[in-house]
């Protein structure tokens, strides 16, 4: 529903008190909890700005925490801080937008590179790997078939290694 009402990468910041009226003393309530954090945290990064900040006033800020580490690559956590109140222990949570995700940039051109070296179809490696990979050539990562024509082989499929 956010992003119904705010555009991607408009939102300088959010500040949230959440939960809105989820019954957070039983089992259920404490899944529903956790649900409606990942769902938030999940939406809110397509509508702010990199950079952008998430100030939230969370009841566990455990469970924020293991959420942030699901979420790793999306966000970067600022500070964490207990807040002392007359019957129970909040965080103030602030959380900064990461634009890029540098390491799952990095691993998909290690792979796109590797897949120089390797004989998988596309399909099969799409299979695997669950997203196509472009390389320089813009073929999706398939060197397949005949000489990928890189500067490692020197054009030699003989240097291949089959799988």
Known sequence: ALRRYVPDSSADAFVSNLPWGVMTGNKQ???DLQQLYEIFLRTAWYCLKDGGRIVMLVLR???MTRILRKLSGRYRLITA???RTTNNLPCIVVV????RDILHESLKGQLAYMSEFVNVSKELYH????ETIDDENGN????SSGNSGSKNNKGNSSNRRSS
């Open 29 to 31: 309530g404490v899944s």
């Open 61 to 63: 800020g455990l469970q």
């Open 81 to 83: 801080q207990v807040i």
């Open 96 to 99: 900064e937008k990461i634009g």
């Open 127 to 130: 299979a695997i790997h669950m």
């Open 140 to 143: 999706g990562g398939n060197s």
